[in-house]
């Protein structure tokens, strides 16, 4: 009797002093190419980050084959409407047009393992475009990742009827630039990643966001968060949809 007391006394302790349970964390940080300090201290970043850069700014070549020489993800941060300028993608244009477009921008961001929209609320509610898009990133083995602009999107749903590679972002971290508000929307991401097992956060370089990240990204395997490379929570996930996008693994825009 003594010993089973013992075992179950030990047995206790070791579960009030267990680790965590494992969860799962992406970050992607958006707008890159323009500022070469800011790319830099976002290269930098001590752990797994998915470098999105906008074909349309100063540095995306070099910054591009920078980052992946240094075995980070590149994706190309592609512009939608309402954002403007050569590359971006409006309603009306013919698909001749996205796709030549599209072909521009993927050669100014050389190394694009996928893509995602940069604003595009209004483009990514295009059931046609969008089904274009996602088999046209099938037919060039791109990943997609749906930014979430708009709770209109369609994009993440054609790419689960395309049967594309592709995850949908979670928690934006910066839309109030205050390292306060920032640290709220990261906390937010790992209670989320806890519930569900996995999240998926984009942030900006801005020195708001930069300075909690650097702090912070360290600290996040204490409370049981793994960061992972994008292309592991894109098999993580496996396709499916999180309960604040649909139900049953399903996404409710389709």
Not at 118 to 134: D, F, I, K, N, Y
Not at 142 to 150: A, N, Y
Not at 222 to 243: F, H, K, V
Request: neutral net charge; contains cysteine; hydrophobic residues 45%.
């Amino acid at each position: 009797m003594r010993a089973l007391l013992l075992t179950l006394a030990c047995a206790l302790a070791g579960t009030a002093h267990a680790a965590p349970v494992k969860a799962f964390m992406s970050i992607i940080i958006d707008d890159l190419g323009q500022n070469s300090e800011r790319d830099s201290r976002t290269l930098a970043l001590p752990g797994p980050v998915t470098l999105a850069v906008m074909p349309d700014t100063p540095h995306a070549s070099d910054f591009a084959r920078q980052a992946h020489k240094a075995g980070r993800t590149v994706i190309l941060h592609m512009p939608m409407d309402p954002a403007t300028g050569p590359y971006a993608w409006h309603p009306g244009l013919p698909i001749e047009e996205l796709a030549r477009r599209l072909d521009a921008a993927l050669i100014k961001v050389p190394f694009a393992a996928g893509v995602n929209n940069h604003m595009g609320s209004r483009m990514t509610a295009q059931p046609e475009a969008m089904a274009w898009l996602m088999g046209e990133l099938q037919r060039r083995e791109l990943f997609f990742v749906d930014s979430r602009t708009s709770a209109a999107t369609v994009a993440a749903a054609k790419a689960q009827e395309t049967g594309l590679a592709h995850v949908s972002r979670d928690v934006f971290l910066d839309d109030v630039r205050t390292p306060e508000a920032i640290e709220a929307q990261l906390r937010q991401g790992v209670e989320l990643a806890r519930k569900q097992g996995s999240a998926v956060l984009i942030g900006h370089p801005y020195p708001q966001t930069l300075q909690v990240l650097e702090r912070e990204m360290p600290r996040l395997a204490s409370q049981g968060i793994e960061l992972i490379e994008l292309r592991q929570m894109i098999a993580e996930r496996s396709n499916q949809a999180m309960p604040a996008h649909g139900r049953h693994g399903r996404y409710s825009n389709r």
